[in-house]
């Protein structure tokens, strides 16, 4: 026992040390990193200057198919009658859209949701006198949303398909659907034709390139969440080639990465536009119309110049049949002009430097605490606290109702035990916020943050009361039969005697359940959150994304670890109590002498 004091002193010592260390790089501590950082904000508009040309390396388009969905004209944009879109809130444009695609669709660095998807769509809205409210999901989930009635819109330079289309509707075009395949400079794939049953072949989850690869190529993908894990996978070599969105491909490529784009492809017929409602015409319209009008007055074409600067394909042109075309600049013209000389070349980093530079950029670091302390911390702690508290109510009376004596009560208990412990969390997140939200929508007002919170204590009342279950039935049949010897009811036996002994004797579990609430509550995102509802895991993902490093994945992982480390030390400390009880101390002789004197 002589050594456990050290160790306690050792574990608080460590926690200092991080936080002190958090503490230092939230601050700056050394300036030369931030000058010295090459990493550049992907969730900002690079501007002409970084035109590029057409792709000359084409795969073939055999299967590019006929562009047969494109309207042959809007409506005028006078005749549009805001108060019969069927938005969900009068006045506003609610929109699902990502986080993690630049220069597309992304979070900057001030917190807003942006790129040019998100600034096209917000100039739309203008012009139909509409506020947008934008609000952060996964692509996996967000055509179901826009379908169930949580969104509006879903803006996710989403590529459209048949299969699609049997589920929601699709505005027209307002970009077209080049990909490319991403492959490292030394591997064996070089084009689309390189590409076996053998070959392990990255796309993000729910994607167009998932499909592609799936239908067209007719091979086995390796699916990943999101673009950054994607392409760090890539320039791992743990995968042979990343088929992705053209934008993406070439956000992601930076000097010294031994990766390039081998190929592109495209397809007529599946160019991107916002998902609607499939029977909500009349948003679908008002849309259209006010596409054709941004790209009438000019504005499609400066937001397109500032953000995604490249060549169309031939036979493409954003909105409907009669819209007008477009004045780009000449892209190819101002690319030739940026080439650089090719002569000079990047020498590859080593597996070390990129090591250091993917995971360890202390400028990253700083940059990310200051939005993990002020807008992830808290809402984690929110949603954890919240779900805690709930979670332990619900989990008592599930304790107790099943190891009642009344089947009634005992069976559903169960079962619902047996449910809740059984599915995967994000499968109840889903169904409490896409399932449950249209139906609280007016207490909620459309906002799931809350649901997220009971869908998380729904889900931990199941294995917390499974924890007091088998606290209580632990406590000794003794303690029972002597609470009923001196004339206590059941009722008053379990209340007063035999369920404070059994909490006591788990709570060490309890807080270890309370610690997997804080990692759980990762999984919000799912539902949808305002940029300021982001938890830690979400907001270092935000900015993983705006820079195409997962720095700062890692500095969340640090706050997580300034979190979980006191609570698991401090269930050891309680543990150990518990088994030991208090330290004996010496008594003082004069308290002696009077209990002895006392007793005579």
């Known amino acids: 026992m002589a050594g ?17 260390g958090l503490f230092a790089t939230a601050c700056g501590a050394d300036s030369n990193d931030a000058s010295t950082s090459t990493t550049s904000d992907l969730c900002a508009p690079p501007g002409v200057a970084a035109a590029a040309p057409a792709p000359t390396n084409l795969a073939s388009t055999r299967n590019a198919g006929v562009d047969k969905y494109t309207t042959p004209n809007a409506p005028p944009l006078d005749s549009i009658d805001t108060s019969k879109l069927g938005l969900l809130a009068p006045g506003t444009l609610s929109v699902g859209t990502l986080s993690d695609a630049p220069p597309s669709i992304c979070v900057d660095s001030s917190g807003k949701f942006t790129g040019f998807d998100n600034e096209l769509l917000a100039a739309v809205a203008a012009k139909l006198g509409l506020r947008v409210e934008f609000s952060g999901t996964e692509f996996a989930g967000l055509l179901a949303q826009v379908s169930g009635g949580r969104f509006d819109v879903g803006s996710s330079s989403i590529t459209t398909t048949d299969e699609r289309r049997n589920l929601v509707g699709f505005t027209n075009g307002y970009d077209f659907g080049y990909f490319s395949l991403v492959v490292g400079n030394n591997g064996k794939v070089k084009s689309f034709d390189d590409l076996g049953p053998g070959s392990r072949i990255a796309v993000v989850q729910g994607t167009v390139q998932d499909e592609y690869v799936v239908n067209q190529l007719h091979l086995d993908p390796v699916k990943f969440p999101d673009y950054n894990t994607a392409y760090s996978n890539l320039k791992t070599g743990q995968v042979d080639a990343w088929v992705a969105p053209s934008a993406q491909a070439e956000g992601a490529i930076k000097p010294g990465d031994a990766t390039s784009v081998a190929q592109n492809t495209f397809s007529l017929d599946n160019f991107v536009g916002w998902a609607v409602a499939k029977n909500n015409k009349p948003l679908i319209d008002a849309l259209n119309s006010g596409l054709d009008a941004v790209i009438a007055d000019g504005t499609y074409a400066e937001l397109y110049s500032d953000w995604v600067p490249r060549e169309p394909p031939p036979g493409w042109k954003p909105g409907s ?15 030739a002009e940026q080439q650089p000389d090719a002569t000079t070349s990047t020498a590859p980093k080593s597996t070390l430097q990129q090591l250091r ?13 200051p939005d993990l302390f002020k807008t992830g911390l808290p809402n984690t702690l929110i949603l954890a606290v919240v779900s805690g508290v709930l979670g332990t109510v619900f989990g008592m009376l599930l304790a107790v109702a099943g190891i009642s ?19 995967p969390a994000v499968v109840i997140i889903l169904i409490i916020g896409l399932g449950v939200g249209p139906v609280v929508r007016n207490i909620t007002g459309n906002n799931p943050y809350w649901l997220g919170a009971v869908a998380l204590a729904l889900l931990a009342s199941a294995y917390i009361g499974e924890i007091f279950r088998s606290g209580i039935q632990s406590v000794e049949p003794g303690q029972l039969e002597a609470a009923r010897a001196v004339g206590f009811g059941y009722r008053q036996s379990m209340t007063l005697v035999v369920i404070p002994q059994g909490v006591r004797r788990v709570l060490p579990a309890l807080m270890n359940q309370f610690i997997a609430l804080i990692k759980d509550s990762s999984l919000i995102y799912f539902l949808g959150l305002l940029a ?7 907001v270092g993902r935000d900015l993983n994304a705006q820079t195409g490093n997962l720095s700062p994945l890692v500095a969340a992982g640090l706050v997580y670890l300034l979190l979980t480390i006191p609570l698991t030390h401090l269930v050891n400390y309680i543990d150990r109590r518990m088994r030991t009880g208090r330290p004996d101390r010496a008594v003082d002789p004069v308290e002696t002498q009077t209990i002895t004197e006392g007793r005579g």
């Open 357 to 369: 530079d993917t995971f360890f950029d202390w400028s990253l670091y700083r940059k990310a605490f």
């Open 405 to 423: 004596r009344t089947r009634w009560l005992r069976w559903p208990a169960r079962v619902y035990t047996d449910i809740f412990r059984g599915l």
């Open 532 to 538: 300021t509802q982001r938890e830690l895991f979400a």
């Open 321 to 335: 049949k009669a819209a007008a075309e477009p004045q780009f600049p000449d892209f190819a013209a101002i690319a």
């Open 4 to 20: 456990l004091p050290v160790v306690r002193s050792r574990s608080l010592i460590a926690v200092i040390l991080l936080a002190i």
